[in-house]
């Protein structure tokens, strides 16, 4: 199993980010998959998740609607669409395999939201 992620960088308060999860080693369509975060000092916090065919997808109440998790079974990749970004988004940013956290997961990609 390989999570690759991808798309952090620094966005300022209000801007967007686009994050992308490149998966590989496993039948990427048969699984639910999710979106985790953990800032500095802080426990790691799930964020987002969503069905194997992508028509159910849940959010963290601090996310809803500004972030939209969506996934390409073709391309064997997830993606996180962060909108309105706020300063308390910024964290590090984990695709995890799974409809809850403890399965297989990438390195990250940090995100920092900062003026």
């Known amino acids: 199993v390989q999570l690759v992620e991808s798309g952090g960088g620094l966005a300022q308060p209000g801007g967007s980010l686009t994050l992308s999860c490149a998966a590989s080693g496993f039948t990427f369509s048969s699984y639910a998959m999710s979106w985790a975060r953990q800032a500095p000092g802080k426990a790691l916090e799930w964020v987002s998740n969503i069905k194997p065919d992508g028509r159910d997808a849940r959010y963290v109440d601090s996310v809803k609607g500004r972030f939209t998790i969506s996934r390409d079974n073709g391309k064997n990749t997830l993606y996180l669409q962060m909108n309105s970004l706020e300063p308390e988004d910024t964290a590090l940013y984990y695709c995890?395999?799974?409809?809850?956290?403890?399965?297989?997961r990438g390195q990250g990609t940090q995100v920092t939201v900062s003026s």
């Open positions: 995890s395999r799974g409809w809850t956290l403890g399965g297989p």
